[in-house]
């Protein structure tokens, strides 16, 4: 197969020229901040109480630094609902600031508390490992050089 006149595509394809949705398990959220700063090494953090957070879910912690691969992905072995304490399979690699409040009055409006994502929702495609190779996911515009629509 031939997409586009360009890119070869073999049998282990997703060819897109439209829309494509996904759609993960529903969650009651996406992401949420830290209420408390934590260090390297700490196995516990605090994030907001009542996030249905489950174990053996990963989540982020986004870098609250100048160092911009500061962020450390963790696997959940407990989470309180009462209290919004996480506890993680092993310690962060590196400080996070938190906070029991929103920031950005203090900082012009920015809220600088780490961020914290669910990243157990996220879909992901997986192709059968044969020869090597898993497959191919391939995404075009539908729009043409002179703005037409196809």
Do not use: C
């Not at 020229?17 to 996406?30: H, N």
């Not at 390297?40 to 053996?56: C, H, M, R, S, Y």
């Not at 012009?108 to 780490?114: E, L, M, S, T, W």
């Amino acid at each position: 197969m031939v997409y586009d006149n360009a890119i070869e595509a073999g049998n282990k394809l997703i060819a897109n020229v439209g829309t494509v949705s996904m759609y993960g398990k529903q969650r009651k959220f996406k992401f949420t901040r830290l209420t408390q700063s934590v260090n390297k090494g700490d196995k516990e953090f605090f994030v907001a109480p009542n996030l249905g957070i489950q174990t053996q879910d990963v989540l982020a912690i986004a870098p609250t630094g100048y160092f911009f691969e500061a962020s450390d992905e963790v696997v959940v072995e407990s989470y309180d609902e009462t209290t919004g304490k996480v506890t993680t399979l092993k310690g962060l690699d590196t400080y996070h600031f938190g906070s029991p409040a929103d920031t950005g009055s203090k900082y012009n409006g920015v809220d600088i508390r780490a961020e914290v994502a669910l990243l157990s929702r996220s879909i992901k495609i997986v192709g059968e490992d044969i020869e090597s190779w898993g497959a191919q996911i391939v995404t075009s515009d539908t729009v043409e050089s002179d703005l037409t629509v196809r």
